[in-house]
């Protein structure tokens, strides 16, 4: 299988160019080469590679820069989504669009399922929402993949910036009252690939088994990366931001495992994973 992933330069651009290379042909852009908000730009490419699959792994992911800038959001996770996905069609290839937790508003307090409708609470979320419905009206043969609290090695991610902030801190706060799936950008990678072995076209969720609090989740990486750094609780009221955020955005992988007979392993046995990949050792 030859496929075409957008955002290749990503965090998870990157293990999926690893994980389906494996296996077949894999072709990866990313800016500034191509912008696929540009009129015919993810078109042109498509009908020159012709793939059998198109990942749309690009994003506009500054969750505070779209308060300022929704238009830039917009460009990018709307228009650029609804371009990929028409390329796609035009080739007669089935199109992925990664999605995020972040479309709910986190009122639930049991994990959310792909039907629950979406109700986002910023800009960026709005964006990643109205992408969702630009792609599946573009292309009737489409995976929305929505996963949450992504990390992997070399990303702007939650796990990237406390190993960096342990090489000057000996404590640090971190709140404890938003809640979601930590999932590693190689075990994402490998749900997709099982997922686009299928037909199964529609919503639905990949993350990692299980679920913490970010305050969980940063004691697990320094603990976990032999790092002696003390956590102390706090509320995300004490640290407010321009773009509200989901406190409950826990999701149900269930329907993904159903389709593909992939499993998820836990959060903390993909931590442990990424961490042998950034050179720690475990405990």
């Known amino acids: 299988m030859k496929t075409l992933v957008f955002g290749a330069k990503g965090q998870l651009g990157r293990d999926i160019i690893r994980v389906f290379g494996q296996d077949g042909e894999c072709v990866g852009v990313d800016l500034p080469e191509v912008d ?12 020159e590679v012709q793939p059998d699959l198109v990942i ?18 917009w460009r990018v996770n709307v228009d650029g989504a609804r371009r990929v996905a028409e390329a796609a069609l035009a080739v007669e290839a089935p199109v992925v669009y990664i999605s995020t937790d972040f479309v709910f508003d986190g009122r ?11 109700n986002p609470l910023s800009v960026y979320a709005e964006s990643k929402a109205a992408g969702e419905q630009a792609t599946m009206e573009a292309n009737p043969r489409h995976f929305i993949v929505r996963t949450a609290w992504l990390f992997g090695p ?120 990424y961490l042998q990949r950034r050179g720690y050792a475990n405990e």
């Open 108 to 118: 639930k307090t049991v994990p959310y399922e792909p039907g629950d409708p979406p």
């Open 154 to 273: 070399g990303g702007n991610n939650f796990a990237e910036k406390m190993l960096s902030l342990a090489e000057t801190r000996t404590e640090l706060r971190v709140v404890n009252d938003e809640i979601g799936n930590p999932t590693h950008t190689w075990d994402l990678a490998e749900a997709l690939q099982a997922l686009a072995a299928t037909d199964r076209y529609g919503i639905c969720h990949a993350v990692n088994a299980g679920s913490c609090s970010r305050f969980e989740f940063a004691q697990a990486i320094f603990r976990n990366a032999g790092l002696a750094v003390k956590v102390h609780p706090c509320s995300a009221d004490e640290y407010p931001t321009k773009a509200a955020r989901p406190r409950y955005s826990v999701l149900n992988a269930g329907l993904l495992e159903e389709i593909t007979a992939y499993r998820f392993r836990s959060w903390e046995e993909a931590l442990r994973h």
């Open 36 to 47: 696929i908000a540009e009129p015919d730009a993810a078109a042109a490419l498509a009908r």
């Open 56 to 73: 749309n792994a690009a994003a506009y992911t500054d969750v505070e820069g779209a308060e300022d800038d929704p238009d830039g959001a």
